[in-house]
């Protein structure tokens, strides 16, 4: 099974770094103004968690469903009969960021990226009305990815009808993919876990959401150890966004195959929470260390990795998270300027 060609322009050149997504605080018209203002090659839309039920990760992707609607529980988010305040109040938060995205994207063209919970992760963390995850039923599964792949699709292009200069990238957010593939996703009762889902089916889904957006190009990330390459680009995502830290010389083989198939790489170099920073150029020796060790050429480097935080940044200060994203803008040009 061969990996989808993207769709991406040749003109939307992604890079040379963007932001993972999320960010801390909760003023999306101040957050998009930094946002554009440090990442002017590749801006993303943010998503600022800290508001509450509705702009957390599911809620905001459950706001984003066709046919299906989800209000808070005690226990987390759970379907829906009919739409709800939770509901409403999920889509009215992304309308405030993308309104903010908009004022601060005037004349903007190039690549934007917007970011949403992928089919696994928004089934292992979705439950149905008995309490259990939307993992463990297979149709359940099927009517969720139905969904969000129809949601998506209407988002990338309220997206692109808001900044029509715009090559829309959309980033399927997928941190619990590791444990769907291993069956290590507890059960409501904690006391077992949901089998593990076949590969085939787990590509299947991606694909399905991947290939319905319309974007110009697609990314799935996932901060988790292992993350599995060969399926993704399986799936037909142009990208795959990883922490650069949780890779081994075991992972190698991927990589390189990844790299020589065309798939980008958003490498996570930067982390996620405070943390004392080292200088750009030292951020990005690993990064350099691998390509040599892989005897990639190193003319392919900038145009094959962008450089991002190793996840979110809604667990850091306000402060760290502008000078990380300004940090990683820096390292991308010196992994740019000097790839060897």
Partial sequence: MSAAPSAEPAAARWGPATGVGSMPGGDARDTARGITATTEGFPFLAELPARGPGADMIGRTAGLLVEVYAHVE????????????????ARSLLGEDLDGLEEFTQGYEGPLKVQAVGPWTLAAGLELRGGEAALGDAGARRYLAESLAEGLAAHVAEVRRR????????????????????????????????????????ADALRQVLG???????????????????????????????????????????????????????????????????????????????WRR???????????????????????????????????????RSLADNPE
């Avoid at 200069?165 to 409501?188: C, F, I, K, N, Y």
């Fill in 212 to 290: 319905a957006s319309g974007a110009a190009g697609t990314v799935v990330h996932s901060c988790a150890p292992d993350v599995p390459f060969a399926l993704l680009r399986a799936a037909g995502a142009a990208a795959v966004s990883f922490d650069f830290s949780l890779l081994t010389e075991r992972h190698d083989e991927a990589i390189g195959e990844a790299v020589e198939g065309g798939t980008k790489l958003l490498a996570g170099i930067v982390p996620g929470t405070d943390t004392p920073l080292s200088d750009p150029a030292g951020s990005v020796m690993g990064v350099r260390s691998m």
């Fill in 294 to 332: 892989l005897g990639l050429d190193p003319g392919l480097l900038a145009e094959s990795v962008v450089c991002t935080p190793t996840c979110g940044l809604a667990g850091a200060s306000p402060a760290y998270a502008r000078n990380a994203l300004a940090h990683v803008v820096r390292a991308a």
């Fill in 163 to 202: 900044v029509p200069g715009a090559a829309v990238v959309l980033q399927l957010d997928e941190p619990s993919l590791t444990a769907v593939l291993r069956g290590q996703v507890r059960t409501a009762s904690g006391y077992r876990t949901y089998p593990a889902v076949d590969r085939q089916a787990v």
């Fill in 74 to 89: 005690p226990s987390g988010w759970r379907v829906s009969d009919r739409p709800g305040r939770d509901t409403r109040r």
